[in-house]
């Protein structure tokens, strides 16, 4: 796997972006996940020419790649393909193209609380994600959502547009094609986080099998 990202410092606080993740040598989408934020991830080392030209077609425009990097591979994101290549459900299914990463927040940092608290203090449009732009981004491909009850904290005066992206994003899962989650309100759904012990269990599995159902299909 090759992970292709762009991270932009503003004020000395490091926001990831844009995620690709590269599985084989295509770039055709395969499907997205939908994460709170991008945890413990730096930048990595400049982007070869073949990369570029491989990034701005799957984009479909012209990039501006001063701040993207093919960057490290970071315990989590080592965990999305398992959710996508079945093997929590003892199936082996060979990836070949790009998984999109999002986070509902852009900031990086480990640990969650502190991320609420640096973006205590920044007004940047770099701390959010665009939900029309990113719902434009899925391209009608299945989309994982792994940011758990993250969208509920109160204790932020974010909390109500962290909120309404979360909803947002459900929604459009909710009335896609490619609704694998068991119920209909938002709050009743277990949204596992990859990195989560809770994924390998009894109550994720037929969650996770309809998930690959949908992904095998397309």
């Known amino acids: 796997m090759k992970v292709y990202a762009e991270f932009i410092d503003d004020n000395g606080l490091l926001f990831r972006t844009k995620t690709l993740l590269q599985y084989g040598d295509s770039w055709d989408l395969i499907g997205s996940i939908v994460m709170k934020n991008p945890g413990s991830a ?8 073949d990369s570029k030209i491989g990034i701005s077609e799957f984009y479909a425009e012209d990039i501006n790649f001063e701040n993207w990097t ?7 994101l080592k965990k999305v393909a398992a959710i996508f290549d ?17 986070n509902i927040y ?37 989309v994982y959502l792994g940011f758990f009850d993250f969208y ?8 109500d547009y962290l909120q309404s992206i979360a909803k947002g994003i459900f929604d459009y899962v909710k009335n896609s094609n490619f609704m694998y989650l068991p ?3 938002i709050i009743d759904n277990p949204m596992y986080h990859p990195f989560s012990p809770q994924i390998k269990k009894e109550r994720s599995l037929p969650i996770l099998e309809k998930f690959i159902q949908l992904y095998e299909k397309n």
Do not use: M, W
């Open 42 to 49: 730096k930048p990595g080392t400049p982007l070869n020419e």
């Open 70 to 76: 093919e960057a490290s591979n970071d315990p989590t």
């Open 86 to 102: 079945g093997s929590y459900l003892e199936k082996n299914i060979e990836l070949n193209g790009i998984i999109q990463v999002f």
């Open 106 to 142: 852009n900031i990086c940092e480990p640990k969650i609380k502190f991320a609420y608290q640096k973006a205590e203090n920044s007004n940047t449009d770099l701390l959010f994600i665009n939900l029309n732009k990113t719902i434009k981004q899925f391209r009608n491909k299945p």
């Open 152 to 159: 509920t904290f109160k204790k932020t005066r974010h909390s």
């Open 183 to 185: 119920c209909n309100d």
